[in-house]
T-cell receptor, first 111, second 115 residues
Framework: QKEVEQNSGPLSVPEGAIASLNCTYS??????FFWYRQYSGKSPELIMS????GDKEDGRFTAQLNKASQYVSLLIRDSQPSDSATYLC???????????FGKGTKLSVKP | EAGVAQSPRYKIIEKRQSVAFWCNPI?????LYWYQQILGQGPKLLIQ????????DSQLPKDRFSAERLKGVDSTLKIQPAKLEDSAVYLC?????????????FGPGTRLTVL
């Protein structure tokens, strides 16, 4: 059973702080990794994708991938109240498999 | 570019009744997915279509769930008969190519409540 694990939270950070969201996965052959943001009552929205070990930065967001440790994380710098949402980690095992989602981490950014 | 369309947005039914959901993907997207998202969980893939063919339906409860994409464009997901545990949001997503890293775009979802 291929699994994606996330701490369900809630993770609470003050406005302006760095939020760190973590995800581990069980399938060592996984090749593609995604972070989706889901506001309450809304559908998931892709915010970051990463395919190689290391860091990938996009604005205030940085995704980090360590395939040896089977670990992927998302850092949100200068967190804003509008970042308050559930963040879903999704992993694509191999090149043909479908996305497997974690349960999501609920982030709350306090003004 | 119009997004993924779904209807209805909300549905309340009694257990053992049947229900159908409709999805129209982004124009030109060959791959269409149906996901089930139970409250507090991540989305779980039910079925994936490539054009009008089924690529993966390994997690679809085939005794009660069925789906079709007859002309390779829009799709219908049906539940018959519904159970209490089917209460969830049903998300449709589409992407432009199968087996690549292309982004999946999600529709707004249909929230189903089974009483």
């Amino acid at each position: 059973q291929k699994e994606v694990e996330q701490n369900s939270g809630p993770l609470s950070v003050p406005e302006g702080a760095i939020a760190s969201l973590n995800c581990t996965y069980s399938d060592r052959g996984s090749q593609s990794f995604f972070w989706y943001r889901q506001y309450s009552g809304k559908s998931p929205e892709l915010i970051m994708s990463i395919y190689s070990n290391g860091d990938k930065e996009d604005g205030r967001f940085t995704a980090q991938l360590n395939k040896a440790s089977q670990y992927v994380s998302l850092l949100i710098r200068d967190s804003q109240p509008s970042d308050s949402a559930t963040y879903l980690c999704a992993v694509k095992p191999g090149s043909q498999g479908n996305l497997i989602f974690g349960k999501g981490t609920k982030l709350s950014v306090k003004p | 570019e119009a997004g993924v369309a779904q209807s209805p947005r909300y549905k309340i039914i009694e257990k053992r009744q049947s229900v159908a959901f409709w999805c129209n993907p982004i124009s030109g997207h060959a791959t269409l997915y149906w996901y089930q998202q139970i409250l507090g969980q991540g989305p779980k893939l039910l079925i994936q279509f490539q054009n009008n063919g089924v690529v993966d339906d390994s997690q679809l409860p085939k005794d009660r769930f069925s789906a079709e994409r007859l002309k390779g464009v829009d799709s219908t997901l049906k539940i018959q008969p519904a159970k209490l545990e089917d209460s969830a949001v049903y998300l449709c997503a589409s992407s432009s190519r199968e087996g690549t890293t292309d982004t999946q775009y999600f529709g707004p979802g249909t929230r189903l409540t089974v009483l």
